[in-house]
């Protein structure tokens, strides 16, 4: 059975405005990981959003089981800590407003700030860490749920490129360890060939490429150096290249009509 | 420690300076007879009387003290309450405040005659009187710190489907506590205007001791009753600063302003 089964779906914001999507459908199967890529403004944030419940879709069906329903996290594009409380207390966050805060989960929240190396920040404020701690934070908070789908929106566009890929490498044990299921907005396409089994690939005139069946097994950052993960780059590099000439040739039509 | 003196003398010295300086002017003018000491008594004259009558300066302070931390209680009460009021049922807050802004712009002086009818003569009216001139920044100012919850992290808290009472308790109390401290801080200063207001008219305090000495021409007296004013409201400020940084200082955002 898949996790999510999304049909038809558009979203538009205002009634003159092109809707996003022009009828997307894809499912998400229940040992997926997905990257959704794409350039700027083809709505990939949005997709994510709707996926979560945060936007409705103007028409269009989204269906994500029942068992998962309330077991999807969410990390935004920007940190969104609470300034006033520590690193600790914004990780334990979303136990205290579900009543399922106690000392286990205290001693959880410890072990997965020290997981993405902040375990000497636990009494810190947001405004004494850097914007790639804050991050690495709200990354914490996400995962304290115990989530089986987690939605990521370029989650590590503001980490250096070390701590990045060490959050690539945690994402893709939790995957292994958890089964955790996760769909991820990047920019990067070395970022989405590595983490994901599959990648959309977005444009704004609606249509996407459902680039499916990434052929690589066992996952390391050295994979990142062998001509076989190289060529798939290359590959879907020029399929996006492809893809921002088309939109590029189609926007300017549309402004000489 | 010696850096942190230092600092702090280059801060405040030039204000002790040009004090220093402005007082030994005042001196010399009166001593040298060029306004005549039933105008204008001297700094030091100010001192001898203020502490000739610390008697009855100090009664006068303590009444005066007491109404305005009476009025500024009861402002902080129902000026927060009033606030989360109006902040939960919008069509409270369209009925009333309109009316509570109007009653703002009515000033002072021609209520407390209205106060002596009602409350008699005496503290009960300067009370009154204090927490009318007090309420309305603490009202304000805590409704406008409610409304300007951080919309990203109203929608972070969305995802968890916290209860009323945790949004408000949780996130927006919080968020609005750097403008209640602005608020209390304003009414502060009004609370001693309200009270000396009040004392004017039903009498007592520092209000009574500044007319009575008008009325006897003891200007000197007038004088010590003025500075005892000002000393009230910059210790009444300086307590609240003292009180917040001890109620915060583990949260050094609440305390921000």
């Not at chain 1, 050295?222 to 996006?240: C, G, Q, R, W």
Request: charged share 15%; hydrophobic share 50%; glycine share 6%.
């Amino acid at each position: 059975m898949p996790s999510i089964e999304v049909q038809q779906l558009e979203k538009s914001f205002s009634s003159d405005a092109q809707a996003l999507f022009a009828g997307l459908s894809f499912t998400l199967d229940s040992d997926e990981c997905l990257c959704l890529l794409g350039p700027s403004g083809c709505g990939k944030t949005t997709l994510l959003r709707l996926l979560m419940g945060l936007e409705q879709p103007s028409s269009g069906t989204i269906h994500v089981d029942p068992a998962l329903d309330a077991k999807m996290s969410y990390v935004f594009q920007e940190p969104r800590l609470v300034p006033w409380r520590t690193c600790l207390e914004n990780v334990l966050l979303p136990l205290e407003l579900t009543a399922k805060n106690n000392p286990a989960a205290r001693d959880r929240a410890v072990e997965l700030l020290q997981k993405i190396g902040l375990s000497d920040r636990l009494e810190h404020f947001p405004d004494q860490l850097s914007g790639g701690m804050q991050m690495r934070v709200a990354l914490a908070r996400a995962l304290i749920t115990q989530p089986k789908i987690i939605l990521l929106d370029e989650p590590f566009a503001a980490l250096d490129e070390r701590t990045r890929f060490h959050m690539q490498d945690l994402l893709l044990e939790l995957k292994a360890r958890l089964q955790l299921q996760y769909i991820f907005v990047t920019h990067s396409i070395s970022e989405a060939v590595y983490i994901s089994d599959r990648i959309l690939l977005l444009d704004n005139t609606g249509a996407a490429r459902d680039l499916r069946s990434l052929p690589f097994r066992a996952r390391n950052q050295s994979l990142k150096l062998t001509p076989a993960f190289n060529d798939v780059v290359k590959e879907y590099s020029s399929l996006f290249s492809e893809m921002e000439d088309s939109m590029k040739k189609s926007s300017a039509a549309q402004s000489k009509q | 420690m010696i850096a942190t003196i230092r600092l702090w003398i280059a801060d405040k010295l030039p204000a002790w300076i040009f004090l220093a300086g402005l007082l030994s002017i005042w001196q010399l003018i009166v001593v040298q007879g060029w306004v005549a000491p039933y105008l204008l008594p001297s700094p030091l004259q100010i001192f001898d009387t203020t502490l000739e009558m610390w008697p009855d300066i100090f009664a006068a302070t303590l009444s005066t003290a007491q109404s305005i931390l009476w009025g500024l209680g009861l402002s902080l009460i129902i000026g927060v309450s009033s606030a989360l009021l109006f902040f939960s049922i919008p069509i409270a807050r369209r009925a009333i405040l309109p009316f509570c802004i109007f009653f703002q712009t009515v000033p002072i002086i021609a209520i407390a005659p209205l106060l002596v009818i009602w409350f008699g003569y005496g503290q009960p009216t300067v009370n009154a009187s204090a927490f009318i001139v007090s309420l309305f920044p603490i009202l304000a100012n805590t409704l406008t710190g409610l409304q300007e919850t951080d919309p990203q992290l109203k929608e972070l808290f969305r995802l968890y489907k916290p209860s009323r009472w945790q949004l408000v308790f949780k996130l927006q109390i919080p968020s609005a506590i750097p403008y209640i401290i602005t608020g209390i801080k304003i009414s502060a200063g009004l609370a001693v205007v309200g009270a000396i207001v009040g004392e004017f008219i039903a009498g007592g305090g520092l209000g009574s001791l500044i007319d009575a000495a008008r009325t006897q021409q003891r200007v000197d007296l007038v004088f010590s009753g003025v500075f005892m004013s000002s000393a009230l409201a910059l210790s009444l400020v300086y307590t609240i600063n003292l009180m917040t940084g001890l109620l915060f200082r583990n949260r050094p955002y609440l305390r921000k302003q």
